[in-house]
């Protein structure tokens, strides 16, 4: 199986804050990897697929990069509403798709 | 606009048989290729996918619930369904349906306890 690292597990920023958040892959994905956004009580929202990819809706200070065991989701400049945990999620492995660990991000 | 709607018991015993369904609105769920999963979340924990099944009726499960789950789909009434076998406090979660990876419904909690 797949697994995925996500990196740092709690991140604490402020408002207008450049984050970057790493998703590790035990073995290569080429780009089949998606971020999800997580508030709590509420269903995951998808942010990016296809490693890049925004997802429509999603605000542009959302990006993501990365291809093969390594990946990136940057916030720009963090809002209010981005404190919320994130996940990663491989689509490569068929038929497990399975998710990083989640990464907390926390108003400092 | 597609929605989906988990449905089911919010408390099994254990031993039981955990049983859920998924109601789509707004569209069919036989159109547009897509697969229709299961995705669970333990209290305070991180995201376990479950398995998914395809409008054709292919399914395919997580391995470590394999012998436990069984996903079904209904066309005819527009839903899709989870059923997982022998439960423990261990499958305490909340349940989600999903359309792909871009469509979730809302969760259920399903609390496993005598």
């Known amino acids: 199986d797949i697994q995925l690292t996500q990196s740092p597990s709690f991140l604490s920023a402020s408002v207008g804050d450049r984050v970057t958040i790493t998703c590790r892959a035990s073995?290569?994905?080429?780009?089949?990897l998606a971020w999800y956004q997580q508030k709590p009580g509420k269903a995951p929202k998808l942010l990016i697929y296809?490693?890049?990819t925004l997802q429509s809706g999603v605000p542009s200070r959302f990006s993501g990069s990365g291809s093969g065991t390594e990946f990136t989701l940057t916030i720009s400049s963090l809002q209010p509403e981005d404190f919320a945990t994130y996940y990663c999620q491989q689509l490569n492995s068929y038929p497990l798709y399975t998710f990083g660990q989640g990464t907390k991000l926390e108003i400092k | 606009q597609v929605q989906l709607q988990e449905s089911g018991p919010g408390l099994v015993k254990p031993s039981q048989t955990l049983s859920l369904t998924c109601t789509v609105s707004g569209g069919s769920i036989s159109s547009g290729g897509y697969y229709w999963s299961w995705i669970r979340q333990h209290p305070g924990k991180g995201l376990e996918w479950i398995g998914y099944?395809?409008?054709?009726?292919?399914?395919y499960y997580n391995p470590s619930l394999k012998s436990r789950v069984t996903i079904s789909v209904d066309t005819s009434k527009n839903q899709f369904s989870l059923k997982l076998s022998s439960v423990t406090a261990a499958d305490t979660a909340v349940y989600y349906c999903?359309?792909?990876?871009?469509?979730w419904g809302q969760g259920t909690m399903v609390t496993v306890s005598s």
């Open positions: 296809a490693a890049s």
């Open positions: 999903a359309r792909g990876i871009d469509l």
């Open positions: 099944i395809y409008y054709s009726g292919s399914t």
């Open positions: 073995q290569g994905i080429s780009s089949y």
